[in-house]
């Protein structure tokens, strides 16, 4: 299917002095959809953000959005996106309305033009009873909801956010995922970051998996799971001091197409899990491993992140709540 193109990057890195924070990542979001960009800390998710809303400039490499360079068109470019930044700078001694009211004179918007916006994008984020009270009294989620109500003050094409739901609580994160999903159903493209792999999974109709400020995989999320070809097969140890010995007898057996230690076992991806699983019992039988545990399962989006990085997103991401 041909689908109209909302960004196109090609060939993009963007160096802050000798260090490459983006290096020659290439990828498309198509019109409508919410596009992901999923990587740990320091990744590139943000420097890659700011290249497309036209705050950086790239060191070399191209972007387009909806055809506008970032570049010799950013003016053009301001005036078709909405941006959610990661850091908030609101000033939270104003009200919520009244920093809806202060961006809107930023943006030159008539003043009952204004007012009307404000007052449904109030309403879009649940804030209406509230945009009378110092944002400084605002929870965490309230100030998200006010952030996103900022972003789509313009009335944005394209509208990007990064990081949206970073150290909210669940049910914060799952309001902030109706309104992602609300506003594609408006038909509106969003291309937002994360490095959450439940929020990739559930949001985003298609992602880039980014690391060390590469692509390294791209697609749809059941996409990236089936290929990774095959299911996973999670044993747990009673003993963990077993794990290597039934590592390395499991490792390069035919119906075995890759075998990772775990905390207390071991992942092992497999074929099929009929022909895999006699393999594995008999190894853990002949070197006495006494089998805890074990457990099938449809590869997740952690297992496309191991897969194309060699570790866990946990594993370099410090916590970073609130
Ligand atoms: N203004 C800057 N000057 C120098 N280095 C920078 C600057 N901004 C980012 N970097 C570096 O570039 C790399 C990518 O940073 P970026 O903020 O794009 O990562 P990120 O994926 O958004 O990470 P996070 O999940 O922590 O937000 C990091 O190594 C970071 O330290
Ligand atoms: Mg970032």
Not at 81 to 97: H, K, M, N, S, W
Not at 246 to 275: C, F, H, M, N, Y
């Amino acid at each position: 299917m041909d689908r109209a193109i909302a960004i196109d990057v090609s060939h993009l890195s963007k160096s802050y002095g000798s260090h490459v924070a983006v290096a020659d990542i290439s990828f498309q979001v198509y019109a409508g959809e919410i596009f992901g960009l999923l990587g740990p800390n320091g990744a590139g998710k943000s420097t890659t953000l700011r290249t497309l809303i036209t705050l950086l400039t790239p060191s070399s490499g191209t972007a387009t959005v909806l055809g506008l360079d970032t570049v010799r068109d950013a003016d053009k470019v301001r005036h078709v996106i909405g941006y959610v930044p990661q850091e908030r700078a609101i000033d939270r001694f104003l009200t919520g309305r009244e920093h809806l009211e202060l961006l809107a004179a930023l943006y030159h918007l008539p003043k009952d033009e204004a007012a009307k916006r404000i007052g449904e994008l109030l309403k879009l984020v649940e804030l209406e009873s509230h945009a009378d009270r110092p944002a400084k009294t605002y929870s965490g989620g309230m100030k998200r909801k006010l952030d996103i109500a900022c972003g789509l003050l313009p009335d944005p094409k394209i509208l990007f956010l990064d990081e949206p739901t970073l150290g909210l609580d669940v049910q914060s994160r799952l309001r902030i995922w109706d309104y992602v999903r609300m506003l594609k159903a408006r038909g509106m493209t969003v291309v937002m970051t994360t490095n959450y792999l439940d929020e990739a999974d559930q949001l985003c109709d298609r992602l880039a998996i980014i690391d060390g400020g590469r692509i390294k995989t791209l697609g749809s999320p059941v996409e990236l799971k089936v290929g990774l070809g095959g299911d996973i097969v999670s044993v747990t140890l009673k003993e963990s001091a077993k794990i290597p010995a039934l590592e390395s007898a499991l490792k390069g057996q035919p119906a075995i197409r890759a075998v990772r230690a775990t905390d207390k076992g071991l992942d092992i991806r497999v074929e099929s899990p009929e022909k895999a699983l006699p393999a594995v019992l008999e190894a853990a039988n002949r070197l006495n491993c006494g089998v805890e545990f074990i457990q099938y399962n449809r590869p997740r989006l952690d297992d496309v992140f191991i897969a194309h990085t060699g570790r866990r997103i946990e594993e370099t991401t410090p916590s970073k709540m609130e």
